[in-house]
């Protein structure tokens, strides 16, 4: 969140980011809590191709403390599902967290961690906790399980957003394979309550560390002595400590199971969950410690024998902050140097001919060595999935990192800072078509000269909406064809998977830089996405309209669909670039600086009502009395949101049996408003009583820190200080549509607040 004079605002009220122990959560439990209502609910990814269901998934995992230009993960399409971890006994995943994997289809948990002194608590997680006043507890031969910590741990993931949990046991059962046991049993009673209150696809994954019979023994792999634990979770996460043999004896030994225990037919009406090889996560820590190939630019020999594309297994990756936190404190290290390392380990370098120097691997003793192939990057060992249907949840993207130097609204710097904001709630797609480098492709495939050389970067010096745009550049080299005065490039920017039947719109806001004497046109298209074999299914695409918009921005939208005939697609979308060049012959660069990207369903009813998003009212409740300027006007800003329906123009009743009735509604999933965010102004009222225009408000921040809905904490210390010198302050909220449209100044609502100054 975006403040002036500060990275982040101070809340009120506040969730616990963290528990300490089960009475914490106890004490969280006793009191009423309301569901984050500004947490997007996970919306799965579409799984058209069979084949893609048998390859192995990514797990990731990373906790963070922003300042600054901080860590943020963008790999998104790569991953299935996010831990968010720390060594706090019960870690809650933060909401911009949760929304930026969730925009992308991922699933996010959250991490319940037993180690050190933490053997009673861990008693304490299967037994209950015994009412005050309670009687007698049951005398039981074995060890009882209750469902009492299951069902606060859901309602804790259904409250805040997420998905689940990471289960890590890494101190003794002192009760041994009697409690080790109960364990189990109260895994399943967990994966029961999350499922019912979060969703079936709420995930419960078993860390490898606690056996069968309640001893702390990783065992590196899946075998029988962590099997009882493997069957009552969804997935196992293995230990990181094995030798090059081990991803195939897992699979060996997986194979050799019992298919009642794990297939598809057996577990109908089972609490359990059905397994696959993609059920087991082997563990790679990217920091190397124990890790075969070291960690760190090695880690592609360790997921070399994990083999997800074709062995199937599953990959959990450890601390690939490593990129950052290894680097952060060398001299001279700064955001950008960190980027340009991280899309190397990612994603491979920028330039294909750059060799990556690997670490040399470390080898136990007596292992035998162990060759590799060079240096491969994660994005080379999993299936680049696509976010969700945009018909299922709207497609936005800024191209923000979730960091950023300044922030903009409609291509205006509202906000400059001088050691820069994260705030992964802003984070989105950043293309993922166009890294490590842009495919772009003549548009006439008959041209035969070699192709534009192109490169991508995120560029915070501008931006339309947020804090930053993505900008790809081209250089072409002269040409003497006949017709090289004007050549076409196609520019694929992002993929998305699409159904039949659905109409899609598509908005997109860019700006162009030419060298001298070159003219540019360009033209958002969406075409099927070249991959794998078969025939290509043909899109439907409409004409485009265009508007100019301030500060240099153009705005294009165009609608398309599939063919009725085709259920499903891959499809790019992108921009068709003709460049028109006085003398062909001389060599010519370019830019284009996209600012927003948006795909979601059009309205299927031309004649239905739409509502237009608005702001219905806003109040603001200080903390303490406004008795002058010098107060501390600390407080909470509040409001709510509506549809304004066109006014109402009947239609003529013909008779009690005309079939057509007096109106109709938009009766899609979009009939009310939805906002990514909500822009913060201020303004004082001057001593005169006057007060200035809306445009001339002093912006203070946004929302989306803290996962509520329609609110924004005022800390006195973001306020400009020249808004303090008169009657009173106004604040002004704007919101900002699931689209990126900003809300006009006449739909968006203002609070006064007045001082007493009689009381001065």
């Known amino acids: 969140m975006p403040l002036r004079g500060t990275g982040h605002g101070k809340l009120v009220g506040d969730e616990a980011p963290y528990f300490e122990s089960l009475a914490e959560l106890d004490q969280w439990a006793s009191l009423p809590h309301e569901k984050l209502m500004a947490v997007l609910e996970y919306q799965a990814r579409p799984q058209f191709a069979e084949s893609l269901n048998r390859k192995g998934k990514l797990l990731g995992g990373y906790t963070e403390s922003p ?51 933490g053997e009673a608590d861990c008693l304490r997680l299967i037994v209950g906790c015994p009412q005050a006043g309670a009687g007698p507890t049951l005398r039981t031969d074995s060890i009882p399980m209750s469902r009492h910590y299951a069902s606060v741990l859901a309602e804790l993931a259904r409250q805040r957003g997420f998905d689940g949990y990471l289960l890590n046991i890494e101190c003794p059962l002192r009760g041994g394979p009697e409690q080790a046991r109960a364990l189990a049993g109260w895994i399943l009673l967990l994966r029961s309550e999350l499922v019912t209150k979060v969703g079936s696809h709420a995930q419960t994954i078993w860390y490898d560390s606690v056996i069968f019979n309640g001893q702390v023994r990783w065992q590196d792999r899946l075998n029988s002595l962590n099997l009882p634990f493997f069957l009552s979770s969804d997935a196992l996460f293995t230990n990181y400590f094995w030798p090059p043999s081990f ?102 370098p920028a330039d294909p001919q750059e060799v990556v120097p690997v670490p040399d691997t470390p080898r136990r003793p007596g292992e035998p060595e162990c060759p590799h192939d060079p240096f491969k990057p994660v994005s080379s060992f999993f299936v680049h999935a696509t976010p969700p249907d945009p018909a299922q949840l709207v497609f ?146 409409g004409a485009s309209t265009q508007s100019y918009l301030k500060n240099g921005w153009t705005r294009q ?151 509520r809905a329609n609110r924004f904490y005022v800390d006195s210390t973001i306020l400009p200080k020249n808004v303090m010198d008169g009657r009173g302050l106004r604040f002004y909220v704007q919101g900002v549509s699931d689209k990126g449209d900003v809300l006009p100044w006449e739909m968006c609502a203002h609070v006064d607040c007045m001082f007493e100054l009689g009381s001065r």
């Not at 922030?407 to 984070?427: A, I």
């Open 557 to 707: 939208v165009l609608s398309f669909s599939l063919p009725p005939d085709v259920v499903n697609a891959s499809i790019a979308i992108g921009l068709i670039i003709g460049f028109v060049t006085e003398d062909p012959s001389r060599p010519l660069d370019f830019s284009v600086s996209l600012g927003q990207l948006a795909v979601y369903s059009s309205s299927s009813t031309a004649r239905a009502s739409k509502g237009t998003p608005g702001i219905l009212w806003a109040k603001f409740q200080s903390t303490k009395p406004l008795t002058s300027p010098s107060t501390d006007l600390s407080g909470l800003l509040a409001w709510d949101i509506t549809s304004l329906l066109p006014r109402l123009t009947l239609q003529a009743i013909s008779s009690p049996e005309d079939p057509n009735p007096a109106w109709i509604l938009d009766d899609t999933k979009e009939r009310f408003p939805s906002f990514l965010y909500f822009n913060i102004y201020v303004n004082p009222h001057s001593l005169s009583g006057s007060v200035a225009e809306p445009t001339a408000a002093m912006f203070i921040g946004t929302t989306g820190l803290d996962g």
């Open 247 to 348: 991803p195939a004896l897992t699979a060996q030994y997986f194979m050799s199971l019992d298919p009642a225990l794990i297939s598809d037919d057996a577990k109908r009406s089972s609490i359990s969950s059905i397994k696959s090889l993609q059920s087991i996560f082997t563990g790679v820590d990217v920091w190397g410690r124990g890790s075969h190939g070291g960690g760190g630019f090695g880690s592609y020999k360790a997921m070399t024998h994990i083999d997800p594309q074709s062995l199937g297994l599953s990959v959990a990756l450890f601390g690939q902050a490593w990129t950052w936190e290894s680097e952060q404190d060398k001299p001279g290290w700064n955001w950008d140097q960190w980027w340009e390392y991280e899309r190397k380990l990612w994603i491979g």
């Open 396 to 541: 936005y993207t800024s191209f923000s990192p979730g960091v950023g130097r300044s922030w903009f609204v409609e291509g205006v710097n509202v906000l400059r800072t001088v050691d820069g904001w994260t705030d992964v709630d802003k984070q989105s797609s950043i293309g993922n078509l166009v890294w490590p480098r842009p495919s772009v492709m003549w548009e006439s495939n008959d041209r035969p000269e070699s192709l534009p050389l192109a490169s991508s970067m995120l560029d915070m010096s501008d931006a339309w909406n947020g804090g930053n745009t993505l900008k790809v550049s081209i250089s072409c080299a002269g040409s003497t064809a006949d017709d090289a005065m004007f050549r076409c490039i196609w520019l694929p920017v992002q993929s998305l998977n699409v159904t039949s039947l659905v109409s899609y719109d598509v908005n997109i806001v860019y700006k162009t830089v030419a060298c001298e004497g070159t003219d540019l046109d360009l033209g958002l298209f969406v075409k099927p996405l070249m991959e794998g074999s078969g025939d290509l299914p043909e899109v439907n695409v």
């Open 67 to 117: 300042s600054g230009l901080c860590y943020t993960f963008n790999f998104w399409p790569l991953c299935d599902t996010f831990v968010y971890f720390s060594h706090h006994r019960i870690t809650v995943p933060p909401s911009g967290w949760i929304n930026a994997a969730h925009r992308q289809g991922v699933k996010m948990l959250g991490t319940l961690i037993f180690e050190g002194s």
